[in-house]
């Protein structure tokens, strides 16, 4: 450790006093610098630049001065100041902006002396990247919408060169789902910049709801933009609404608002890229305009869940093209974003190969598959596009049946689709569902508001790498950057919509934007402190599931010894716990080692940060029983797709939660569930019970029936219970624990059969879930 830094660990804030007025001069040291995307290289320097009533900011044009008033307008919130612009630098005491032609768009570089700061670029975006970042610096209070009394707006002389990664770094709003306000389209274009995030993608359109006027077809919004209101309801669980019920829930934009958010984005760096899905998901048109479809039949804008996609566009009939010709003119009026995303996703076509319009369209352009007449039907708009001199963005699914030439693929199913149209030539922005799904979980089921399902928690974004590891260096020159989606299918509130972002956004920001090789999620987990304290002052909800404890059993294969161990996203986290009734303060005793376990046992946990306790704490009750550790045998072993925790899976005390996905759960597709349990010894038994899970949606059932056998030797059993339950249709997700009680007795072997539901209401074969079998 050089002299320097020992002196600045050991005087953290030293006060010097001028002959005028008191100067706050606070040392800083790295560990005080919070910015969060990371910047590419940032040097630390000794001294430091307080703003005062006094500093002022030179600006020499209205969009520096529209960039400079980002910050000015906080002080002057929090401290009753009125800073002044200015055009011609004074002698100290400034921030000012600084044009170098040579560097590039994004780029800026920013270095701060003790009499001045100077943010040097080419031209709107790296200055604005520059007050952003100055912003970090500055305290977490400087967010305060109310007047702080003893603000020190001192920040450390640094020397700043930054540039992002990719250039694309964007979120998706689903607004089709859930109508989400202009205003808050309008907060998050700033919550964006600052995170130095530059696209907004915008689902205008989906079966739910088609949200942007259109002036040559007004009923896309009269009928189109309302559904029947069933929000009291799951969203899998609404009945389907007919064509003459009249819709009162949804809303839409004008195209003047949609134009002043444009504008608005355009000084915050942000790009909006509009999203008029086609062919498919597109409900609420064909509600509207009956005769897109195929066969012409009307329809209800649907209030929820729609599944297969089969009321579609007609890629046989003329009037479909023009129709979506009239509405993306309009569309490319609106935004000047050179991309025009046309979607393409999830398309069943069962109606074009009925269709008499879509057989003819096959047949006179020689297309041998629906595929192909889903890839005419892009490469037809692309056509379009291109012709207005844009670029058409679609779903992966576009690869399907041959890409259009031009075309940029958006990757959602994992990165497959994005690895192959980089290989074909076509830039790509990586989606992919394991890392930039927001409406997943991102922390543990039970805790967390309702989501859609899969589980993306905040250090999971953190390990995204838009660029794929087996690609070329040509193939990787492809890969525009990433995306955030978020889907709301479950998300109704704005409120709930900031939970399902923040903070996960600006671990996404940091993947985009930041170099590779700084990547570091201990010092991320540090950085992001910081941040959580700025949402707070700017009222943003957030979720603190990065705060949540969580635990694993483990099962030693030997003596069968069950130990629990605590665990939190962040390492070297503070988990303290207690057992039992004990209240949880700080005295609760520090995590270091797996805990023991031989009884049932009940364990508060929490993460404590200056010893108080953050986040919601973990309370479990882990049940213990005389299964535990035992080993089970299954006539058919269960599909490789959720194997839980393998072995020991039904037998480790770990219970499945609602969301299917969460690594507990074993299961049998159209199969019965028959496991046999070996106690090991004869064993006092009186009761079995089965843990299971429904959640029709994706063809999950309760088993219609639970039988128990026992056996002494392992080869003759005998029944000793049946509990059935009849298929009943069921809107909601479940968990259901099947018990069987019966007299004591001892037995060895224990055999359970579950019987599947086998065959769904609809074809298709039926899931069985279960994810402990408990023995007392
Ligand atoms: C998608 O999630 N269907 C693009
Ligand atoms: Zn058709």
């Avoid at 939190?568 to 270091?592: C, M, S, V, W």
Wanted: hydrophobic share 40%.
């Amino acid at each position: 450790m050089n002299v320097l830094k020992k002196v600045l660990l050991l005087v953290l804030i030293a006060v010097t006093v001028s002959c005028q007025k008191t100067k706050v001069t606070k040392v800083f040291t790295e560990k005080d610098i919070s910015i969060i995307p990371k910047p590419a290289a940032l040097q630390l320097q000794e001294g430091s630049f307080e703003f005062t009533e006094n500093t002022q900011f030179v600006a020499t044009d209205a969009a520096q001065k529209e960039i400079a008033s980002i910050l000015i307008d906080k002080f002057n919130e929090t401290s009753g100041w009125s800073l002044e612009l200015v055009e011609q630098a004074p002698a100290k005491d400034f921030v000012q902006f600084v044009v170098d032609e040579k560097l590039a768009d994004e780029a800026y570089t920013f270095v701060v002396t003790s009499d001045k700061v100077l943010i040097t670029a080419k031209g709107n975006a790296g200055f604005l990247y520059g007050i952003e970042t100055l912003r970090q610096l500055l305290p977490a209070s400087i967010e305060s919408a109310k007047r702080i009394s003893s603000g020190e707006w001192v920040i450390p002389n640094v020397t700043i060169t930054d540039q992002p990664r990719y250039k694309y770094r964007g979120l998706m709003l689903d607004v089709a789902r859930h109508f989400f306000k202009m205003d808050y389209l309008k907060k998050t274009v700033d919550r964006l910049a600052m995170l130095k995030m530059n696209v907004l993608h915008l689902h205008l359109v989906d079966d739910q709801g088609w949200r942007i006027e259109i002036k040559k077809y007004p009923k896309l919004t009269e009928v189109g933009a309302w559904r029947v209101d069933q929000e009291d309801k799951h969203w899998d669980g609404r009945y389907t609404p007919t064509a003459d019920e009249k819709g009162t829930y949804g809303g839409f934009y004008t195209q003047e608002e949609l134009k002043e958010l444009v504008a608005y984005a355009t000084t915050k760096n942000v790009e909006i890229i509009p999203e008029i899905e086609m062919p498919a998901h597109v409900s609420s048109a064909i509600a509207a305009y009956p005769e897109l479809s195929c066969f012409g039949t009307p329809i209800g804008v649907p209030s929820g869940g729609v599944w297969p996609i089969t009321d579609i566009y007609c890629a046989g009939k003329e009037n479909t093209f023009e129709f979506l010709e009239d509405v993306l003119t309009e569309v490319m009026a609106i935004f000047p974003s050179k991309y025009i995303h046309v979607g393409g996703d999830e398309a069943t076509k069962t109606n074009w190969e009925k269709c008499p319009h879509c057989k003819k369209r096959m047949q006179s352009e020689g297309l041998k598959s629906v595929d192909q007449l889903q890839s005419y039907f892009i490469k037809r708009m692309e056509v379009f596009i291109n012709s207005k001199g844009k670029i058409l963005i679609g779903w992966d699914e576009i690869l399907e049946g041959g890409i259009a030439p031009e075309a940029t693929v958006m990757s959602w199913r994992g990165v497959a689709g994005g690895v192959e149209a980089a290989k074909q030539g076509h830039d790509v922005i990586m989606t992919p569902g394991s890392h930039c799904y927001f409406d997943h979980y991102q922390g543990p089921q039970n805790e967390e508001p309702l989501a859609w399902g899969g589980y993306t928690p905040l250090s999971m974004v953190y390990t995204f790498d838009p660029t794929v590891d087996t690609m070329t260096p040509a193939e990787a020159k492809h890969v525009l950057g990433g995306q955030a989606n978020v889907w709301s299918e479950q998300i109704k509130t704005e409120a709930h919509s900031e939970y399902m972002i923040f903070p996960r956004l600006a671990a996404l920001s940091e993947t985009l934007w930041s170099p590779k090789e700084s990547r570091n999620w201990e010092d991320f987990s540090n950085r992001i402190v910081t941040l959580f304290s700025r949402f707070d002052y700017m009222g943003i909800n957030y979720a603190k599931s990065a705060y949540l404890v969580t635990h694993d059993v483990q099962i030693d294969m030997k003596t069968q010894e069950v130990s629990l161990s605590l665990k939190n996203e962040f390492p070297n986290a503070d988990i303290r716990y207690t057992l039992g009734d004990k209240k949880l303060t700080e005295q609760a005793t520090k995590y270091t080692q797996p805990l023991k376990i031989d009884k049932t046992t009940t364990v508060h946990a929490s993460l404590f940060k200056n010893d108080q306790p953050v986040g919601v704490p973990f309370n479990t009750t882990i049940e213990f029983h005389k299964a535990v550790g035992k080993k089970v045998t299954f006539k058919e072993t269960y599909d490789d797709q959720y194997k839980g925790e393998g072995e020991f899976g039904l037998t480790n005390t770990l219970r499945g939660t609602k969301n299917f996905t969460d690594g507990h759960w074993q299961a049998w597709l159209g199969k019965d569930m028959e496991a046999v349990i070996d106690l090991g010894a004869a064993t006092a038994i009186q009761e079995v019970t089965l843990g299971t899970l429904e959640n029709q949606g994706p063809g999950i059932y309760f088993p219609t029936s639970l039988t128990v056998f026992v056996s002494t030797d392992g080869k003759t059993y005998k029944e000793i219970g049946v509990e059935k339950r009849d298929f009943a249709k069921n809107p909601s997700f479940d968990l259901k624990d099947f018990k069987i009680s019966f007299e004591k007795q001892s037995v060895r072997y224990v055999k359970v059969v579950a019987t599947s539901l086998k065959t769904l209401p609809n074809g298709g074969k039926a899931w069985l879930f279960v994810d402990e079998i408990l023995i007392n």
